[in-house]
Nanobody, 123 residues
């Protein structure tokens, strides 16, 4: 069983930056595709960014150019660097893992989830 622990959320002003981290337990982290989802109140959970086990990367249009996803397999950790934050980025951010070397925008494809970390961007 893989456990995912997120950290790095918080309150930031518009234009500020945050870096989220997600550390996984277990020895198979490098084989998983990792994704960062977010869910704002009253909205569906959406994929923000993903990085496959082979290093291919996906970004949602709303964050491309502002967010950067990366992974360090030696540390079993995936990161989400968020720059130029906007109030509409406010949400609970979740780290998730799926098997195989392909990303999916569907939350149901991801089999392991973290507990979520709140990101609030004030205007």
């Amino acid at each position: 069983q893989v456990q995912l622990i997120e950290s790095g959320g918080g309150l930031v002003q518009t234009g500020g930056s945050l870096r989220l981290s997600c550390t996984a337990s277990g020895r198979t982290f490098s084989t998983y595709t990792m994704g960062w989802f977010r869910q704002a109140p009253g909205k569906e959970r959406e994929l923000v960014a993903a990085i496959t086990s082979g290093g291919s990367i996906y970004y949602a249009d709303s964050v491309r150019g502002r967010f950067t996803i990366s992974r360090d397999n030696a540390k079993n950790t995936v990161y989400l660097q968020m720059n130029s934050l906007k109030p509409e980025d406010t949400a609970v951010y979740y780290c998730a893992a799926k098997p195989y070397n392909t990303y999916s925008t569907y939350a149901a494809a991801y089999i392991h989830w973290g507990q979520g970390t709140q990101v609030t961007v004030s205007s």
